[in-house]
C-alpha cells in the first residue's frame, strides 16, 4: 500500500496538477496552438535534448548496444507494418500515416515516470531511456516528415526544411559537450 501512495503522491499527483493549470491557462487566454507548437520544436525540445545528451551519464558501449537494438526494433516494426499494409490492401494514401503511428509512439510522458518508479535512483536506466526518447524525437521529424511528404515536395526541399529543426542540431552539441561519453 505504500508504494501505491508513493506513485499517487509522486507521479499522478504532480501530472494531474499539470494538466489541470495547463486547463485553466488555456480557459483563461485561449492560447495560440501553433504558437506553443513552434516554442516546443525550436526552444523547449532543443534545450531539453541537449540538456540530457549533456548530463547523460551512459558509456559507448551501452550507447551502441541501445541504439543497434531501437534501429532492429524500428526495423522490425516497419517490416511489420508494411506486410500488415500489404496484407489488409490498405491504399498508399493511408499507409504512410499508419507506419507512422506505429513507428512514432510516445515513450517520453510514460516511460520517464515508469522508469523512475521501477528503477529509482537508477541513472544508467535513465540515461537508457533518455537515449529512447532522443531516438523517438529523431524519427518523426526525420524520416517521419520524408515519408508524410513523399511525393507532395521534392526530396532536395524537405531536407532543407530538416536542415532547420534546432533540435537536429542539440543532439550532436550535447554529446560533444558531455563529459560522460
Known amino acids: 500500500m505504500e508504494i501505491f501512495f508513493h506513485i ?5 499527483v504532480p501530472l494531474f496538477i499539470m494538466i489541470l493549470i495547463g486547463m485553466a491557462v488555456q480557459k483563461k487566454y485561449h492560447l495560440d496552438v501553433k504558437i506553443l507548437t513552434r ?4 526552444i ?4 531539453f535534448v541537449f540538456v540530457q545528451m549533456y548530463q547523460i551519464d551512459i558509456s559507448v558501449e551501452i550507447l551502441k548496444e541501445t541504439l543497434i537494438f ?9 517490416l511489420l507494418t508494411k506486410l500488415y499494409i500489404k496484407v489488409k490492401g490498405i491504399e498508399k494514401e493511408k499507409a504512410a500515416a499508419i507506419i507512422n503511428s506505429v513507428l512514432y509512439y510516445n515513450c517520453g ?6 522508469i523512475m518508479l521501477v528503477f529509482p535512483g537508477n541513472s544508467l536506466a535513465f540515461s537508457i531511456q ?12 526525420t524520416h517521419g516528415i520524408i515519408t508524410i511528404n513523399a511525393g507532395k515536395k521534392p526530396l532536395k526541399e524537405i531536407c532543407l526544411d530538416l ?19
Request: without cysteine; charged residues 0%; aromatic residues 18%.
Open 8 to 12: 499517487l503522491y509522486n507521479n499522478v
Open 39 to 42: 516554442l516546443l520544436f525550436t
Open 44 to 47: 523547449y525540445m532543443p534545450v
Open 70 to 78: 531501437l534501429v532492429l526494433l524500428h526495423i522490425l516494426l516497419y
Open 109 to 114: 510522458n510514460y516511460g520517464i515516470p515508469l
Open 130 to 141: 533518455i537515449i529512447v526518447i532522443v531516438f523517438q524525437t529523431i524519427l518523426p521529424f
Open 163 to 181: 536542415a532547420k529543426l534546432p533540435f537536429l542540431y542539440a543532439i550532436p552539441l550535447g554529446i560533444y559537450f558531455s563529459t560522460s561519453i
